[in-house]
């Protein structure tokens, strides 16, 4: 069973679309995250929920928006896409509550913007 | 100065050899330190963890921790091509709710 699964795993879009990627984990952890990865390798943190509260904005533009239905789900949905927005996404889990849990990721969505 | 720094390499070392990888962190509150591994076009795989000074070891695998100088390693002992991949280094704080990476090593073990 897949710990924590996104979809999809490709999205090629045009500029100035709206798009979604999806995020589920079956852990029963309670912090959900959305990291992004450039060309680069480098990952940065876009967003941190707890308990499906919002805890970590990490300065993203607001044409993205996270949505976490309850706390085995977030979701992000990106207003207005960019070239510059093409990376990979990856969304990922932890227990937070417990001393030095591990974060576990979901295999990706690599997002192209045309 | 990044809040992790890593040398983004690429490192190269022949196989059988031992890769060492370093990591140094600027946060000296951090109390978790993870080592992750990711093949290129897949996501990063946790590898190691280590939460207190000195060494662990789990296989071919040793990470350092000298939370002094702010300072954590890898080793891979008997290094194979197969672990020829990026490494990334993360660290986490008590209340922060993020885990920060570095910007990763490439690694090559040549055959």
């Known amino acids: 069973d897949t710990a924590v699964s996104q979809t999809p795993k490709y999205l090629v879009t045009q500029m100035g679309n709206d798009k979604s990627i999806k995020c589920e984990q079956n852990?029963?952890?309670?912090?959900m995250y959305w990291y992004k990865q450039d060309s680069k390798k480098f990952l940065k943190i876009m967003f941190s929920?707890?308990?499906?509260?919002?805890?970590i904005n990490e300065t993203v533009p607001n044409r993205f928006s996270p949505k976490s239905p309850d706390k085995a789900h977030l979701n992000l949905h990106i207003n207005s896409l960019e070239l510059g927005d093409s990376a990979v996404y990856f969304c990922?889990?932890?227990?937070?509550?417990?001393?030095?849990?591990?974060?576990?990721f979901g295999s990706g969505t690599q997002l192209s913007v045309l | 100065q990044k809040e992790v720094e890593q040398n983004s390499g690429p490192l190269s070392v022949p196989e059988g050899a031992i890769a060492s990888l370093n990591c140094t962190y600027s946060?000296?509150?951090?109390?978790?330190f993870f080592w992750y591994r990711q093949y290129s076009g897949k996501s990063p795989e946790l590898i190691m963890f280590?939460?207190?000074?000195g060494d662990k070891e789990d296989g071919r695998f040793t990470a350092q921790l000298n939370k002094a100088s702010q300072y954590v390693s890898l080793l891979i002992r008997d290094s194979q091509p197969s672990d020829s991949a990026t490494y990334l280094c993360?660290?986490?704080?008590?209340?922060?709710?993020?885990?920060?990476f570095g910007t990763g090593t490439r690694l090559k073990v040549l055959a």
């Open positions: 990922a889990s932890s227990h937070w509550h417990r001393e030095n849990e591990k974060l576990f």
């Open positions: 852990l029963g952890h309670d912090t």
């Open positions: 993360a660290v986490n704080s008590p209340g922060t709710y993020k885990y920060i």
């Open positions: 280590i939460y207190s000074n």
């Open positions: 946060d000296r509150g951090s109390q978790s």
């Open positions: 929920y707890n308990n499906k509260e919002l805890i």
